[in-house]
């Protein structure tokens, strides 16, 4: 209990609990002032598993310079008389006013004299008596210790900031400085917790404005920070500092520390990706590639800067436009990329950009470019050897993707055996490499090869590519939804529907977290197919889903679902088996679906 006796508040209210919407009324209304006020579900972390006794008898007796009670019939319960007690005993010790009575109606409280000034708040409104606090507050200044100059430094820097920022990015900031900060601090000010601080008090208490290389040194030791963060296999920790980034960025942008967005760009894009963050990828592909022209200005930096414009538009832009099916305007920044690459002799990113081009290849259905330039990137990153050898097992892994995806649609079983025995020798490499989401991209490459050869252990691979994801808790991520979305379409080929529509329930939700609403519409096609063949509708439905699903257009697909839509009205008079969905679930899936594909089509001609 020792830090309760400190003087913290400026004014502390009591009130019963029908009078809450009072109180809290006017707890808002002083904040902006700078009011530091006792509202008690503003501090339900400080009081949590105290004895609450205990705890407001000291509140109300010694820690606030005013108490605002409010009177009505509602203060006569146990808590409020608990509070007036223990202020009425501080009054009495004082030869100035503590208590300071709102009264809400005529009851008679006890303790509580006829002759004690009062304002009536069916007289005034509350902004009166937030008034009347602000100017008793004047005339009793000084009760409260003043906030240190060094802390309301810091104050600021964390005001700048929308998230709290890693403690140890401001022990970085405040160096030798950091160590008296901290012996200032109380809780008045800020919350450390979870590794992180923040602000706690209101925005008056902390100064506004911090000098513009003060944010761009700060923004340093956060890049440094995403550096740190980045190298491990947690990506969560810098998701949670994503906003701070982006704030930092806008303060380079608005400042022209250009060299600076180029140090954030490689630090947060794979973070970026995990999240299926496209907008904020997108944006900062865009400001890097801005950042990149201003800078290629000075020839000491015009290398640094070609090599992440390049980065910027191989590694952003280009996936972003992949993933929104955009894949014409991918192409073009990747080539652009790629020339950048060419221009200052760079020779690893072009390797890199042939990889992504045979990613590119096979998403257009350019199988045999996609297998020349997956081939020549593999078999020159295998002559570089050393940390190059995950990349040449990725390299593998895709291209057992595009012969499997050529042999699936041309029947080929050949090509088939093919793709299983490149997926093997990728496994064989990327098996070492625990920690990259391309081990769990091959192992539901290996489920989708057995699956198509209808032999067993597709969903062993399905499930072996889930945990590897969760335990590297990227299970938000576009990887972990293919993986969900595959080992329920195995679940639902074998009639196993409980589980198959758990498994696509997830894929849909994360896919729909991701905006991917293709991949929504696919796993909400599947559970469709699973309430339709429940209902003996599964030959109506399959013949809609190969419309549904070719590269038909627009008009085509949209007449599928209507024309789906009315088939399936057949069925409604038709008495269904136990347990089938009814038609209001059903009808929303199918209008769910058809909303995803209408988008999907739209911004392929955006």
Known sequence: MDKMRKKKFDVALSFGREDRKYAEGLALLLEPYGVHCFYDQKFTVETWGENLTEYFVDLYRNRARFVVSFLSRSYLRPWPTLEKRAALAEALQRSSPYLLPVRIDDTDIPGILSTLGVIDLRRHPLEFVRDAVLEKLKEAPGEIEPVPDQVQHLLAILKCFPAPVPLSVIKAFFAEEWENIARSLD??????????????????????????????????????????????????????QIDNIFASIDWATENYEFELILDFFPQIEKCLKLAGDKNRLLNLSTTTIKACHQLKELPALREKATRMEARAKICGLTWVYQRIGRLDAALQELKEGLELCEAIGDQESILFGKKCMGRLNRLRGEYEESIGNLTTARNEFSNLGGSRRVEVGDCISLLARTYFERAAKLGDEQGLRRAEKLQQEAYGILKDFPNTKDLADCLILEGDILAAMNLSGADSCYKRAKAQISSRLWDHSEVYARACLQLGRWYASKGMESPATQELQSASDVYDRLVEAENVARAQLVLARLAAEKVGQGQVFQQFARVAKSESSREV??????????????YVGVKRAGGAPDDQYWHGLLRRARENWALKERSRHE
């Open 557 to 570: 697909r949209l007449l599928a679902w209507n024309e789906h839509r009315d088939k399936l009205k057949q």
């Open 187 to 240: 809780d008045r000010y800020t919350l450390i917790e979870d590794g992180t601080i923040a602000l706690l008090s209101s925005d008056s208490l902390a100064p506004d404005g911090v000098p513009t290389l003060e944010r761009a040194r700060l923004g340093r030791h956060l890049c440094n920070f995403a550096f740190e963060v980045g190298r491990g296999t947690d990506s969560s920790e810098l998701e949670t």
